[in-house]
């Protein structure tokens, strides 16, 4: 079992940085891929960036490529995301999900997902 507990969300200008950070419990961490996620309003769950643990590779959604970042920090069982250069169409609430499948992009490859953090771009 895995726990995630997505934090630092909230209220930006266009153009502006948040970096969302997510907690996960359980030690094997480090052995599931961790992906980024967000839901807009009356839209369905989209991927936005994801983080392999086999080999380290990233992945990124076209939208918010160049203009978001996925990192992970193993030794505190954390894994962010940096958002710069925020648009109001990343306007969503973001979750944070693991995942021990090979293809780490689509949402059905995820097992635990956090509660998700809510976040508004103005513009």
């Known amino acids: 079992q895995v726990q995630l507990v997505e934090s630092g969300g909230g209220l930006v200008q266009a153009g502006g940085s948040v970096r969302l950070s997510c907690a996960a419990s359980g030690r094997t961490f480090s052995r599931y891929a961790m992906g980024w996620f967000r839901q807009a309003p009356g839209k369905e769950r989209e991927f936005v960036a994801a983080?392999?643990?086999?080999?380290?590779?990233?992945y990124y959604a076209d939208s918010v490529k160049g203009r978001f970042t996925i990192s992970r920090d193993n030794a505190k069982n954390t894994v962010y995301l940096q958002m710069n250069s925020l648009k109001p169409e990343d306007t969503a609430v973001y979750y944070c999900?693991?995942?021990?499948?090979?293809?780490?992009?689509?949402?059905?490859?995820?097992?635990?997902w956090g509660q998700g953090t809510q976040v508004t771009v103005s513009s």
């Open positions: 983080n392999s643990w086999r080999d380290g590779s990233t």
């Open positions: 999900a693991a995942s021990k499948d090979v293809t780490i992009v689509v949402v059905t490859s995820y097992d635990y």
